[in-house]
């Protein structure tokens, strides 16, 4: 599982702001892990955050054609390319303070975001990235657009775009997005018009900020007027940058396949809530931390008679879970084992230290859905008995996680004594 990141100090910046032409200073800060993105307005009384998330998104039609964000009367405006280099450089938490309504535009794409968050440094935390692994498809579809998000092992974003006669030609990419295919094949794709929307544009009070240089303007053949295109396919590359920062709104990385078809912010949006509500609902996290026998044969596919968990009691997704299992003379094994002198086999304490393992890892975001099967069992100990009336509280943490192999220790004890111990090994395998 991956590490949560931040930058490693402090850097400064300014620029004019693409549609507002606002200039603002901005400061990039450190923050520390399951703090997000924060953006802090220092020339409003009080200093306002605003988080970017999906409850303070802006919608579509009240600010068109960028993606703004926005709590009480503090708002900021066209964040998606910063969003896109956090998202692309996997930076989870961050400070973002800045003087005015609109973050600099720069030269139209994420680059020069990228440049300054490298030269900041990337610091990693020690906590786990909240890692979504979409479970069912969704899609939208409205006017000839659409999006379509479907399970996968990885990120992945499949683009098509469509403008009819405004493009010499349909543009299509296929790109499995980590940090370094991000920085070379999208970060540097700037925004772009064209020419016929320009003049509405700024009859709209939009575009104000924007110039030759941070805007690829297209004329009637598709061609770009004062400036030189750095990929040829490079307006549906900007498409897919929009689409990261979008989606980074979220908070947490995916694990899925997107595929899109002439969606914008607008169709972006609708996405991300989505997502949202995907993911409230398959989440198993609450408040308490308690997970009942029903939240857990969500998350395992045990079921009786072999299901030996009665409840989780703490739990620290993929790192630490406390669970127990009430051990009473109905329970199905004691009819054989042993006649007149009921005792719990052993290999079924282990089984059940391994079930609460299992809950622990499987409920992770990255690893919900999956299946842990057995690999190696080792250093078992049993040291006492343990008999009908006995509560068994299994405490088990991860010792390590890598790729699709767990490695978790665990002990029962009754009565805060130690009863058994075990370490082992499990495969993470799809359903």
Excluded: W
Aim: with cysteine.
């Amino acid at each position: 599982m991956s590490k949560q990141k931040t930058i490693a100090k402090e850097i400064s910046f300014s620029g004019i702001g693409l549609h507002t032409g606002n200039k603002s200073s901005v400061t990039l800060k450190p923050a520390p892990a399951d703090t997000g993105v924060i953006f802090v307005r220092k020339d409003l009384a009080g200093f306002p955050q605003i988080k970017a998330c999906v409850e303070n998104m802006v919608p579509a039609e009240k600010m068109p054609r960028r993606t703004s964000i926005e709590s009480g009367s503090a708002c900021v405006q066209t964040i998606e390319h910063l969003m896109a280099a956090l998202s692309g450089l996997g930076i989870d938490n961050l400070y973002i303070e800045l003087d005015n309504n609109e973050l600099p535009g720069l030269d139209g794409s994420s680059l020069s975001y990228v440049e300054f968050i490298e030269q900041a440094g990337i610091r990693e935390l020690d906590r786990e990235q909240n890692v979504f692994s979409i479970r069912e498809p969704i899609r939208i579809e409205e006017g000839g657009a659409s999006i379509v998000i479907e399970p996968a092992g990885e990120f992945r974003i499949s683009y098509t775009l469509d403008y009819a006669k405004s493009l010499p030609e349909i543009e299509f990419i296929d790109l499995l997005v980590n940090p370094e295919n991000f920085k070379q094949e999208i970060a540097p794709a700037r925004t772009f018009c064209l020419e016929s929307e320009s003049v509405e544009l700024k009859r709209q009070g939009l575009g104000l900020g924007a110039n030759y240089e941070n805007t690829l303007v297209l004329d009637k053949a598709g061609q770009v007027i004062k400036n030189k295109m750095r990929f040829a396919d490079e307006a549906v590359r900007h498409k897919v940058l929009d689409l990261m920062g979008d989606l980074f709104l979220l908070g947490f990385p995916l694990k899925a396949h997107i595929k899109a078809l002439k969606s914008g912010h607008s169709f972006n949006l609708k996405l991300i809530s989505k997502i949202a509500e995907q993911r409230k609902k398959n989440s198993m996290k609450t408040e308490s931390g308690v997970l009942e026998v029903t939240d857990i044969m969500k998350i395992i596919p045990h079921r009786e008679p072999f299901l030996f968990v009665d409840r989780i009691t703490s739990i620290e997704y993929g790192k630490r879970a406390t669970g127990i299992k009430n051990v009473t003379i109905n329970d199905y094994f004691f009819k054989g084992h042993f006649p007149g002198r009921p005792v719990m086999p052993g290999v079924l304490i282990v089984e059940a230290m391994a079930q609460v393992g299992a809950v622990m890892l499987l409920a992770s975001d990255e690893y919900k859905g999956k299946l842990a099967f057995f690999m190696s069992i080792d250093n078992v100990k049993f040291r006492k008995p343990v008999v009908p009336g006995d509560q068994l509280v299994f405490e088990v943490e991860t010792v390590k996680v890598k790729s699709k192999i767990g490695q978790v220790r665990g002990k029962a004890m009754v009565d805060g004594k130690v009863v058994a111990e075990a370490d082992f090994v499990c495969a993470l395998v799809e359903n």
